[in-house]
């Protein structure tokens, strides 16, 4: 038993090791952009040839920037707010609706994992052509919003499943409607996870590229503005530069996001006065993206 | 004070309908508009032939027996899928033993080391690739740190618009995809397998691969496929990092709707991802079912 305690704890330290190499795999090539994004060159390669700012001071002024930046803001409130308003009501009514229907919803709205962005993108692109207002703002919040909808629905249902189911009963049991327990109960008890699922909504829209190349109009958001850079090799710099801002805002947004979930979780798993029933523990604190 | 009510019904029968129908209208709107009728539209698209309108003309099967008889497509949908398959096998093999030390050795630091490998999940995925597309160039980051370093005399093209580039950059941009399924699935492993398996007398290895293993097998599924499905369709990765040798699907997808303008074939094209995918769906559902699936 002891030699079996020592082998597993050798084991445990080789894969600390190989965990810490994957870490550094996963975080090396993303942190190049800052490091090269102070280098004094139009190259990224080495010999790093002295500190600039030179790049930043670039990136203000720059009228193309600042309205991709002012789409990109506007487009992610908006297809936030969408996917999370959607997120809520379909997994409330998929845990409580009781009914087929709102099943059958909560199954397709998590269907766009398994469509491939680009026929998304294109799908979308025949219907907003259909109905008339074709590539625009809107139709990459259309886009954004179905990109959004796995996420908030799976952050949202795993956050409503963790809430002690009577509660809910003791809301209705004392004559609250619906919509009372609905909006003055299990809201409010789900707040970290609907600010965190709007947050990483938000950070889903900023991000994405796929769908909105698609659909863009004459306005595009940040990440088509990167694309449209990328083909001027005297630009890269500006461009690193530009993606070291959105990595950072992209990191602290996700941060908290997390935390907020973690937290959220955490209080729902409190313990509970004996004569309640326990949280089901089926869902836990960690995205399932697995719909079966 | 208040009336007591004296008859108490179900809560479920107290359902308002007004209420419902609030609850189901925003989801409802975007399931069956935005998903399932413009993904209705993609196959009533591949069914018509091209006169430059917006939904085409005529009823015709010519795209489809274009998609299917043209070798072209055919070596293209193979490198698709044996791409996709690569990255697939590679994120989930690498995967594996970061979820499994998350599940069994990470005690206090699994909090921060779940927190570190879902980080990467929310950056930008073209910021991921072009970081690879500045590591991998002619004059770039690894070409010049291996001449620095005095391990090359001069830089190679090797890198830089090849499949294997590809390969590489999908598998790092999909890595965080991997490991929260295959983590979930070893973590609801119930304890008491394991001790079983120990005191039956099974040594580690043969109670990781007799238990934990297929245990855990809905996870890497789950995994599997949650990497697949997104690395078939890509068109940004091979285009940034691939060069003409490694034309994905996605690829061909993009150019219909864009240069080529022939909405229909592209519409085709897009279905015969989409029932690639529908197949690999199936084939892991039914390989789920023989694990017993618990997720």
């Known amino acids: 038993m002891s030699a079996a305690r020592i082998d597993a704890k050798q084991g445990g330290r080789w894969l600390g090791a190989y965990v810490l190499v994957y870490l550094v795999f996963l975080y090396l090539p993303v942190l190049l952009i800052p490091l090269f994004s102070f280098n004094d060159s139009i190259q990224a390669a080495f010999p790093l040839q002295g500190f600039t700012f030179e790049w ?213 798993r409190r313990p509970v006065p004996a004569n309640l029933s326990k949280p089901e523990e089926t869902e836990r604190g960690e995205l399932q993206w697995h719909s079966t | 004070m208040s009336t007591i009510v004296a008859r108490q019904p179900l809560p479920e029968s107290r359902s308002s309908t007004g209420f419902r129908l609030a609850m189901l209208l925003p989801g409802g709107l975007v399931t069956f508009f935005l998903i399932l009728f413009a993904l209705g539209l993609v196959v009533f698209l591949a069914l018509r032939g091209n006169d430059g309108s917006l939904l085409g003309a005529g009823f015709t099967f010519a795209n489809f027996i274009t998609v299917a008889s043209d070798p072209l497509y055919w070596t293209v949908t193979l490198r698709s899928l044996a791409i996709a398959g690569l990255v697939t096998l590679a994120t989930v093999v690498t995967a594996y033993p970061v979820a499994y030390y998350l599940a069994f050795h990470a005690r206090r630091r699994r909090g921060l080391l779940l927190f570190l490998v879902t980080l990467p999940f929310w950056t930008s995925y073209l ?127 993009q150019a219909q709707f864009g240069k080529a303008n022939d909405w229909p074939f592209g519409a085709a094209l897009a279905v015969a991802v989409m029932l690639v995918i529908l197949a690999v769906v199936l084939v892991v559902r039914s390989a789920d079912r023989r694990f017993g699936s618990r997720i």
């Not at chain 1, 469509?115 to 219907?127: A, K, M, N, T, Y």
């Not at chain 1, 659909?215 to 083909?231: D, N």
């Not at chain 2, 304890?191 to 079983?196: D, I, N, P």
């Not at chain 2, 691939?242 to 997808?253: E, F, N, R």
Request: include cysteine.
């Open chain 2, 127 to 253: 910021l991921r690739v072009f970081a690879w597309k500045i590591v991998l160039a002619y004059n770039g980051v690894l070409n010049s740190a291996l001449i620095e370093s005095g391990i090359w005399s001069e830089p190679t093209l090797a890198f830089l618009n090849t499949p294997a580039a590809v390969v590489v950059t999908l598998a790092h941009a999909y890595a965080p995809f991997a490991i929260l399924p295959i983590y979930v699935a070893l973590d609801t492993i119930p304890k008491s397998l394991l001790e079983a398996a120990s005191d039956l007398g099974a040594r580690p290895f043969t109670s990781f691969r007799r238990v934990v293993l297929p245990n855990s097998m809905p996870g890497v599924l789950a995994a599997a496929l949650v990497v697949f499905v997104p690395t078939v369709g890509d068109y940004v990765t091979p285009a940034l990092v691939g060069g003409p040798a490694s034309t994905m699907i996605g690829s061909l997808i």
């Open chain 1, 56 to 268: 930043y001071k670039t990136l203000s002024g720059n009228s193309a920037l600042s309205g991709a930046l002012a789409n990109s803001l506007v487009i992610g409130a908006i297809a936030a707010t969408g996917a999370t308003l959607c997120g809520i009501t379909v997994s409330y009514m998929d845990l409580f609706g009781r009914s087929p229907l709102a099943a059958t919803i909560s199954a397709i709205a998590r269907l766009p994992i398994l469509i491939p962005g680009v026929i998304v993108g294109i799908s979308l692109l025949i219907l907003v052509n259909l109905i008339g207002f074709g590539p625009s703002r809107t139709a990459i919040v259309l886009g954004h919003i179905l990109v959004a909808l796995p996420t908030t629905v799976v952050i949202m249902k795993s956050r409503f499943a963790a809430i002690p189911k009577t509660i809910r009963e003791a809301a209705l049991d004392l004559g609250a409607s619906d919509w009372t327990t609905f909006r003055r109960v299990m809201l409010p008890l789900s707040l970290p996870a609907i600010v965190s699922a709007f947050m990483l909504a938000f950070l889903t829209s900023f991000d994405e590229f796929i769908v909105a190349f698609f659909l863009a109009g004459t306005e595009p958001t940040l990440p088509l503005y990167i694309w449209s850079q990328l083909r001027f090799p005297k630009s890269l710099p500006t461009v690193m530069a530009l993606g070291t801002a959105i990595l950072a805002v992209s990191f602290v947004i996700a941060a908290i996001a997390e935390i907020l979930r973690h937290r959220g979780l955490a209080a729902a």
